[in-house]
């Protein structure tokens, strides 16, 4: 079983940065791919963006693409989105999630494990 633990939401502003990190621990193997995920109140979950085990390919959602960038260190086990030109309309909670077959994929049933969150305020 693989545990994750995001960290790193926040209160920003408008045209702001903030990078959120997504810890994983556990597991026997760590060829999967990993991915975010935000939902924002009274919202369906919706994909952000997914990255492969080696950190060669990434996939983004329409709405983050060319602000937001996953990126993941082996070392540490960890995944990052760092999160930039922040608009009100990106205030959600923020999940990471593991896929154990390595597929990079938007879909959330893919996703075997779930951290609980971490919320993410943009003020305007």
């Known amino acids: 079983q693989v545990h994750l633990v995001e960290s790193g939401g926040g209160l920003v502003q408008a045209g702001g940065s903030l990078r959120l990190s997504c810890a994983a621990s556990?597991?026997?193997?760590?060829?999967?791919?990993m991915g975010w995920f935000r939902q924002a109140p009274g919202k369906a979950r919706q994909f952000v963006a997914a990255?492969?085990?080696?950190?060669?390919?990434?996939y983004y959602g329409d709405s983050v693409k060319g602000r937001f960038t996953v990126s993941r260190d082996s070392a540490k086990n960890t995944m990052y989105l760092q999160m930039n030109s922040l608009k009100p309309e990106d205030t959600a909670v923020y999940y990471c999630?593991?896929?154990?077959?390595?597929?990079?994929?938007?879909?959330?049933?893919?996703?075997?494990?779930w951290g609980q969150g971490t919320q993410v305020t943009v003020s305007s």
């Open positions: 999630a593991a896929e154990m077959s390595g597929r990079v994929t938007r879909w959330e049933y893919e996703y075997d494990y």
């Open positions: 556990g597991g026997t193997s760590r060829s999967y791919a």
């Open positions: 990255i492969s085990w080696s950190g060669g390919t990434t």
